[in-house]
Nanobody, 126 residues
Framework: DVQLQASGGGSVQAGGSLRLSCLIS??????????IGWFRQAPGKEREVASC????????YYTDAVKGRFTISSDYDKNTVYLQMNGLTPDDTAVYYC?????????????????WGQGTQVTVSS
C-alpha cells in the first residue's frame, strides 16, 4: 500500500514560483517499481498530467503546457518528489495531485496511476 502526501500549494501572482512536495510512504514501496506523477485539475476540467519521473529508466516527462517552466526532481533519501514551478500563469491555477503508478510503460494517464495523494491548491492571479 502506497501513501502520498502533497504539500506546498499557495497563492502567487503571475510570474511567481512555487515548489510542491510529495512525500511517499508505504510498506514495500520502492522508487524502482513506481513512476511518480504530478497531475492537476482545474475547475470544470479533467485531471491532466503535468509531469512524471521514473527512477528505473531515469526519465522525466513534461506535458507541453509546462515544458521549460516546471522541473520535477526527487530526493530518494527523503522519499520525496518535488515539482518546481516557475513562470506561473493564471492557466496553471488548479488542484495539484501526486500519484504513484506501476506496471504500465511510460504512464501519463490518470488511469495508469493507482495511488493518489490529497490535492494541494495552486492559485495564480493576474
Amino acid at each position: 500500500d502506497v501513501q502520498l502526501q502533497a504539500s506546498g500549494g499557495g497563492s502567487v501572482q503571475a510570474g511567481g514560483s512555487l515548489r510542491l512536495s510529495c512525500l511517499i510512504s508505504g510498506s514495500g514501496f520502492s522508487f524502482d517499481e513506481y513512476v511518480i506523477g504530478w497531475f492537476r485539475q482545474a475547475p470544470g476540467k479533467e485531471r491532466e498530467v503535468a509531469s512524471c519521473i521514473s527512477r528505473s529508466d531515469r526519465s522525466t516527462y513534461y506535458t507541453d503546457a509546462v515544458k521549460g517552466r516546471f522541473t520535477i526532481s526527487s530526493d530518494y533519501d527523503k522519499n520525496t518528489v518535488y515539482l518546481q514551478m516557475n513562470g506561473l500563469t493564471p492557466d496553471d491555477t488548479a488542484v495539484y495531485y501526486c500519484a504513484a503508478g506501476s506496471g504500465v510503460p511510460s504512464p501519463t494517464a490518470p488511469s495508469d496511476f493507482g495511488s493518489w495523494g490529497q490535492g494541494t491548491q495552486v492559485t495564480v492571479s493576474s
